[in-house]
């Protein structure tokens, strides 16, 4: 299985604007289904955002509108754009695939929301 590293993570203020990225040591296959996952202080890590090889995006509800995923094949670098930034957005942010599941987690960049 892949691992991940993800960066670009760092303190903005609130409105602001931040792009992270994820590199994979691994090859990103096209089928996979690739996710960008946060985990706040003493809640569980979710996943808010996926994107499959066709494209076809979803995302949670507390960030639609908001932030896009986006993946780039060449690259082996999966993205995820972060607009409006509000202070709950502030938390560890994750990258893995969401097909296949993939228990090995990296390190996760943090993205902290602060006037």
């Known amino acids: 299985q892949v691992q991940f590293v993800e960066s670009g993570g760092g303190l903005v203020q609130p409105g602001g604007s931040l792009r992270v990225s994820c590199a994979a040591s691994g090859r990103i296959l096209r089928w996979y289904v690739m996710g960008w996952y946060r985990q706040a202080p003493g809640k569980q890590r979710e996943l808010v955002a996926s994107?499959?090889?066709?494209?076809?995006?979803n995302y949670a509800d507390s960030v639609k509108g908001r932030f896009t995923i986006s993946r780039d094949y060449a690259k082996n670098t999966v993205y995820l754009q972060m607009n409006s930034l509000n202070p709950e957005d502030t938390a560890v942010y994750y990258c893995?695939?969401?097909?296949?599941?993939?228990?090995?987690w990296g390190q996760g960049t943090q993205v902290t929301v602060s006037s």
């Open positions: 994107i499959t090889n066709g494209g076809i995006t």
């Open positions: 893995n695939t969401v097909v296949p599941s993939n228990q090995n």
